[in-house]
């Protein structure tokens, strides 16, 4: 994957595209002022927010592309990649920039809050999709941060209010966030079942002699979800954690091979543990017994 801009300070975006710079550690963009732009294909060091009605024709966002027709909200945070490689065509677009970076907002309460902010654990069907009023509000948040911007002198003052909106902005994305996250999580069951059958695939296919134990990560990135977002689904559904399911998921199927008259060291081989004595200590913390106490019950009924 070729880059075009790394950006490594909150203005090196619009220094790129030819937009006005106001702070050193804030940088506020509004797109239908600018003109037509080249397209880049970014990685991102900084905070960032695209507030769009339209999105680049096949922009890379997360692990896949993002369907450009879905105008809405694109939130970076840094080690990110997104954008569109720079083909040489020029293009106008509408809504807002917002980027800003880890100096400005080291020991503030954005910095505390930060990891509640899900929505910068980005994929492709995860960006914001909002409605007209939700539009509507973040645009305004943003003109009043570009006016602070423009008619203030920054200073220690200004920087506070800067601040204030961003949390304002950011706390209402996590709002917004969290409205979609019902919305899709409705979906739910479908999401647990496409889980099931992964689980199954990843044994019957042999996966755990490569990869040892099914990881949350795995199954997230299988599902064309950020291992946050899968999480949240789960526990939605089933009250449990994704990591906790595939534990309970590894012990019943090592239960089945158990009682089927394999060895603990054949079963913990077959299930992708890398030493059995690791198999017993996961097999006693989860179920309570070691393999041989649950055998030796078994044998007794």
């Given at each position: 994957?070729?880059?075009?801009?790394?950006?490594?300070?909150?203005?090196?975006?619009?220094?790129?595209?030819?937009?006005?710079?106001?702070?050193?550690?804030?940088?506020?963009?509004?797109?239908?002022?600018?003109?037509?732009?080249?397209?880049?294909?970014?990685?991102?060091?900084?905070?960032?927010?695209?507030?769009?009605?339209?999105?680049?024709?096949?922009?890379?966002?997360?692990?896949?592309?993002?369907?450009h027709r879905n105008g809405s909200l694109l939130a970076y945070s840094?080690?990110?990649?997104?954008?569109?490689?720079?083909?040489?065509?020029?293009?106008q677009y509408h809504g807002w920039v917002l980027l800003f970076d880890?100096?400005?907002?080291?020991?503030?309460?954005?910095?505390?809050?930060?990891?509640?902010?899900?929505?910068?654990?980005?994929?492709?069907?995860?960006?914001?999709?909002?409605?007209?009023?939700?539009?509507?509000?973040?645009?305004?948040?943003?003109?009043?941060?570009?006016?602070?911007?423009?008619?203030?002198?920054?200073?220690?003052?200004?920087?506070?209010?800067?601040?204030?909106?961003?949390?304002?902005?950011?706390?209402?994305?996590?709002?917004?966030?969290?409205?979609?996250?019902?919305?899709?999580?409705?979906?739910?069951?479908?999401?647990?079942?496409?889980?099931?059958?992964?689980?199954?695939?990843?044994?019957?296919?042999?996966?755990?002699?490569?990869?040892?134990?099914?990881?949350?990560?795995?199954?997230?990135?299988?599902?064309?979800?950020?291992?946050?977002?899968?999480?949240?689904?789960?526990?939605?559904?089933?009250?449990?954690?994704?990591?906790?399911?595939?534990?309970?998921?590894?012990?019943?199927?090592?239960?089945?091979?158990?009682?089927?008259?394999?060895?603990i060291t054949q079963v913990a081989d077959n299930m992708g543990f890398?030493?059995?004595?690791?198999?017993?200590?996961?097999?006693?913390?989860?179920?309570?017994?070691?393999?041989?106490?649950?055998?030796?019950?078994?044998?007794?009924?």
């Amino acid at each position: 994957m070729n880059l075009d801009l790394l950006i490594n300070q909150a203005n090196d975006y619009a220094q790129d595209i030819g937009a006005e710079v106001y702070h050193p550690h804030v940088s506020i963009i509004h797109y239908d002022e600018v003109g037509e732009i080249r397209h880049s294909l970014n990685r991102f060091n900084v905070y960032a927010l695209f507030l769009q009605k339209e999105f680049p024709e096949n922009l890379t966002y997360g692990i896949g592309k993002y369907d450009h027709r879905n105008g809405s909200l694109l939130a970076y945070s840094p080690g990110q990649i997104g954008g569109k490689t720079d083909d040489g065509t020029l293009k106008q677009y509408h809504g807002w920039v917002l980027l800003f970076d880890n100096t400005f907002i080291q020991g503030s309460e954005i910095e505390k809050r930060l990891s509640g902010y899900h929505f910068f654990s980005y994929n492709s069907n995860e960006a914001l999709f909002l409605t007209e009023e939700e539009k509507e509000t973040l645009s305004r948040l943003m003109e009043h941060i570009r006016h602070e911007l423009k008619e203030h002198q920054t200073n220690v003052q200004s920087d506070y209010i800067i601040k204030d909106y961003i949390l304002l902005i950011l706390d209402y994305c996590s709002r917004f966030y969290t409205r979609q996250f019902k919305e899709q999580s409705s979906g739910g069951s479908d999401i647990l079942t496409r889980f099931q059958q992964l689980l199954n695939d990843y044994y019957s296919m042999g996966l755990q002699r490569q990869y040892g134990l099914p990881s949350v990560k795995y199954c997230a990135s299988e599902l064309y979800l950020s291992p946050g977002y899968f999480g949240d689904i789960i526990r939605n559904v089933l009250g449990e954690s994704p990591k906790d399911y595939i534990r309970g998921f590894v012990m019943m199927r090592a239960k089945n091979l158990l009682l089927s008259g394999q060895s603990i060291t054949q079963v913990a081989d077959n299930m992708g543990f890398e030493y059995p004595n690791h198999f017993t200590r996961l097999f006693k913390s989860t179920t309570g017994q070691t393999p041989s106490q649950f055998l030796a019950e078994q044998q007794k009924k």
